[in-house]
């Protein structure tokens, strides 16, 4: 069906408050990856998923970033207490895993705090 | 460390001439090395897989393990070919890491 989607495409919020990411998948993919990609950056890992367990969170920049997974499916995202720095294009991929592992990733959420 | 490096932010070349764009990494296993694109206003997609050993769009990608280099190369640069170019390497348990970035303007 539908390749990856991601929701919101944009979020605008004020600094301080928390914010939900959501990632829907490609159905059948049972691995799920965060990345954050800002000017300078490049493309950051932040954390994935093989089913609903997260073997790397090593890619989290703080206790203020935290992700889940359920029923090997959506993924959110959740950014609590929101910095300037945070803003960035947040993108989504999910892929098969395994051998010939090519991820396809979805269009990004634009997070801008205010 | 697992690590990918791409010293290039910009790269520029004149339509015709030939372009390599450079990708080095650090990790102890077996790497597995990819090449992803995103054109202006698109997704990021896969370019090319080491694994496959193919040629995508012109570009080819050999994976020089002495060196820790997978730089990319295409023979005759296009206009089309503009776009941002991602080094990937996959570790293991499937963890895919992404290089800086490399901005590839091809000037008429």
């Known amino acids: 069906g539908a390749g990856v989607s991601q929701s919101p495409s944009n979020k605008v919020t004020e600094k301080g408050k928390d914010v939900e990411l959501r990632c829907d998948p490609i159905s059948g993919h049972t691995a799920l990856y965060w990345y954050r990609q800002s000017l300078g950056q490049g493309l950051e890992f932040l954390i994935y998923f093989q089913g609903n367990s997260a073997p790397d969170k090593s890619g989290l920049p703080s206790d203020r970033f935290s992700a889940e997974r359920t029923g090997g499916s959506v993924s959110t995202l959740t950014i609590q207490r929101t910095q300037q720095e945070d803003s960035a294009v947040y993108l989504c991929?999910?892929?098969?895993?395994?051998?010939?592992?090519?991820?396809?990733f979805g269009p990004g959420t634009r997070l801008t705090v205010l | 460390a697992q690590r990918v490096t791409q010293p290039e932010k910009l790269l520029s070349v004149f339509k015709g001439a030939p372009v390599e764009l450079k990708c080095n990494y650090s990790y102890s296993g077996s790497p597995e090395l990819f090449w992803y694109v995103q054109y202006s206003r698109q997704r990021l997609q896969l370019l090319l897989r080491?694994?496959s050993r193919e040629s995508i769009k012109g570009f080819t990608a050999d994976l020089n393990k002495g060196e820790t280099s997978f730089h990319l190369k295409k023979p005759f640069a296009q206009e089309e070919d503009s776009a941002m170019y991602y080094c990937?390497?996959?570790?293991?348990?499937?963890?895919?890491?992404f290089g800086p970035g490399t901005s590839l303007s091809v000037i008429p």
């Open positions: 080491h694994i």
């Open positions: 991929a999910s892929s098969f895993g395994g051998a010939y592992n090519e991820q396809f």
């Open positions: 990937a390497l996959k570790t293991s348990y499937d963890k895919v890491i």
